[in-house]
């Protein structure tokens, strides 16, 4: 929200907001990733593994790397929270806020989600997108956002006074304490800003604040990624449901999301390598490692 200006425009201030954007992060020399090659070894893959996330609750999923895994809607429209992580180093995991910067708010077919420093590579890559005909909606909204956090029980008690401890953050804490036999104070400290998997959202135009809306998500569709790495995932039902109301409580209908992995033909992969971390020498500028 922004309050009434209080300094005066410039005589050339107009000018000044008319200047031309320019993008933060070309893409342009990523190499992109080879679309024809994911779609043959879609063709040959098998299911090997199912996880069914109860509503209200996360839980864990170990992906091999050149296996894929798929989020699918069952029963009813839901939202869903997801964290990845490195499958032996915890420390490697998904970042949200870069993956932003490189491909916008929202992700879809062909988009990559990185790990962080110093790693920096594409832990997975989107393959397959049932919501990829939503687009852009009037309001500014569209899918799979990679803008909010995740709901939690610290911003719920800052603005309600209440507790309520089936947040995302929390699901997420307690489905990789029981995965990895962490406290959950350790546990917490490991879980991360998430792929809003099926959640609407957007800015509003006027305030530019974070908005949600009835998610368009229904029983059937999915979002389907490559694992690039051996990847450990945690995916929480959102105590929002579809997100069309009201979250951090038990007010809204909820359902449960079914993760399922895929294991193609390896000779369908013949010529993928998991990507390697970044090269960066880690220097700094101080003359040494
Ligand atoms: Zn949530």
Redesign the pocket.
């Known amino acids: 929200m922004k309050r009434t200006p209080q300094s005066q425009t410039p005589a050339d201030g107009d000018a000044r907001r008319a200047i031309k954007p320019v993008i933060c992060y070309p893409v342009d020399t990523l190499p992109p990733p080879d679309m024809t090659a994911y779609a043959a070894a879609r063709q040959s893959m098998e299911l090997t593994n199912v996880v069914v996330v109860p509503p209200r609750e996360a839980k864990t999923f170990r992906v091999p790397g050149g296996h894929f895994f798929r989020i699918v809607s069952v029963e009813g429209p839901q939202?869903g929270?997801l964290n990845l992580w490195a499958a032996k180093d915890l420390s490697e995991r998904f970042y949200s806020g870069k993956t932003r910067a490189l491909h916008g708010t929202h992700l879809s077919t062909g988009d990559r989600m990185w790990s962080g420093f110093p790693h920096m590579r594409p832990m997975a890559t989107i393959t397959h997108d049932t919501l990829d005909w939503y687009g852009f909606d009037t309001d500014g909204g569209s899918v799979h956002d990679v803008i909010g956090t995740?709901?939690d029980p610290y911003t719920n008690r800052l603005l309600s006074g209440q507790d309520y401890h089936h947040?995302?953050h929390s699901n997420l804490i307690r489905a990789l304490a029981t995965e990895t036999g962490l406290p959950l104070h350790q546990a917490e400290a490991h879980v991360h800003d998430v792929l809003n998997v099926f959640m609407c959202t957007g800015f509003t135009h006027d305030t530019h604040q974070y908005f949600m809306k009835a998610s368009p998500v229904r029983p059937g569709d999915y979002l389907e990624c490559f694992a690039e790495i051996d990847l450990l995932g945690a995916l929480?039902t959102?105590?929002?449901g579809d997100c069309s109301t009201a979250?951090s409580s038990d007010a809204a209908a909820c359902y449960p999301l079914r993760v399922e992995i895929h294991r193609p033909d390896p000779k369908a992969l013949v010529g993928w390598a998991p990507p390697t971390p970044s090269a960066y020498s880690r220097s700094h500028g101080s003359g040494g490692v």
């Open positions: 939202v929270d995740r709901c947040c995302c929480s959102c105590p929002g979250h």
